[in-house]
């Protein structure tokens, strides 16, 4: 199995895949459908996606499992459904990575709970946990290499994420990311010093910023991270720009071009696991490898 830091100490970066609902999306998925019941339903449109990914130079693949905790299926009457899509989800990644005999990392993607912790919200710290041990086990037992959790606005959502995958496994890697889309702060006014502090103290294999507002925004989270330590691995894994809505749907401008520059601009900021999230597409991933390639 690779880790990230034998991918690191081999090359210096790692590149990540992009987004997996853009590309469902042009698939057939419908707005508002959970995509991970995709996993189960149609398991060769997600291993496509994959194939793609792993095509376009992507060192570290997401399972097709963002909202596949409790309480984000609940909202399909598919919360009986956590491990069957998480688990199957993993063992469609692991298929395609072992295919490819690529030495590639299997991530399996835990995104927010979708619900607010109290007291702010309703959902106890100890049932967000449950909700992630459960995701955690399912997809532990489906055979990835690291949990990867991601597009965080609360510390304390991290800490049960980050808990709760610690019941299931004291020595599965973690990796966490938060986003900083409301005036260079989280949703719950976390900045990105902030995070990296408590992040660090979860001993994740690595850190750093993902979604959010586009580019810029995370190479500013990178910086201000960077500035604190320049040791850990440090995640950039930005939207390809700013969503426009049209007729409806969002839509994403930025040209795979943009964002390899954003990739070049990323690494000399620090940050040295780079892929991109919303709106970007293989092609995107292969303009970015491309880019970095070109660096070293």
């Known amino acids: 199995m690779p880790t990230i830091q034998a991918l690191l100490n081999r090359g210096d970066y790692i590149v990540t895949d992009g987004a997996m609902g853009t590309v469902l999306f042009a698939s057939g998925l419908e707005q508002g459908d959970p995509p991970e019941l995709w996993n189960i339903n149609y398991p060769d449109r997600v291993a496509a996606v994959h194939q793609a990914y792993l095509e376009a130079g992507a060192q570290v693949l997401l399972t097709n499992t963002f909202g596949g905790n409790r309480y984000r299926l609940a909202l399909h009457n598919a919360q009986d459904r956590v491990e069957q899509a998480n688990q199957t989800a993993a063992v469609i990644l692991r298929k395609a990575v072992d295919q490819s005999k690529k030495e590639v990392i299997v991530a399996g993607d835990m995104g927010p709970s979708g619900e607010v912790l109290t007291p702010y919200g309703e959902l106890a710290f100890q049932d967000a946990k449950d909700g992630f041990a459960e995701q955690a086990a399912a997809l532990i037992a489906g055979g990835v290499d690291l949990i990867w959790i991601e597009t965080m606005?609360?510390?304390?959502?991290?800490?049960?994420?980050?808990?709760?995958?610690?019941?299931?496994?004291?020595?599965?890697?973690?990796?966490?990311?938060?986003?900083?889309?409301?005036?260079?702060?989280?949703?719950?006014?976390?900045?990105?010093?902030?995070?990296?502090?408590?992040?660090?103290?979860?001993?994740?294999?690595?850190?750093?910023?993902?979604?959010?507002?586009?580019?810029?925004?995370?190479?500013?989270?990178?910086?201000?991270?960077?500035?604190?330590?320049?040791?850990?691995?440090?995640?950039?894994?930005?939207?390809?720009?700013?969503?426009?809505?049209?007729?409806?749907?969002?839509?994403?401008?930025?040209?795979?071009?943009?964002?390899?520059?954003?990739?070049?601009?990323?690494?000399q900021a620090g940050a040295r696991i780079i892929g991109a999230c919303c709106g970007s597409t293989p092609e995107h991933i292969t303009a970015i490898s491309g880019a970095l390639a070109k660096l070293t």
Do not use: W
Request: charged share 20%; with cysteine.
């Open 153 to 267: 606005s609360d510390l304390e959502e991290v800490r049960a994420a980050v808990e709760g995958t610690r019941e299931i496994s004291d020595e599965i890697p973690i990796v966490t990311t938060m986003t900083f889309d409301t005036h260079g702060r989280t949703m719950m006014g976390v900045t990105p010093e902030q995070a990296f502090e408590t992040l660090i103290s979860f001993n994740v294999a690595a850190l750093g910023g993902n979604c959010g507002n586009g580019p810029e925004e995370i190479i500013e989270v990178i910086t201000k991270m960077t500035s604190l330590d320049q040791d850990t691995p440090l995640v950039a894994k930005a939207n390809a720009g700013i969503p426009e809505l049209v007729q409806g749907k969002a839509v994403y401008r930025a040209s795979p071009a943009t964002m390899a520059d954003y990739a070049v601009k990323s690494y």
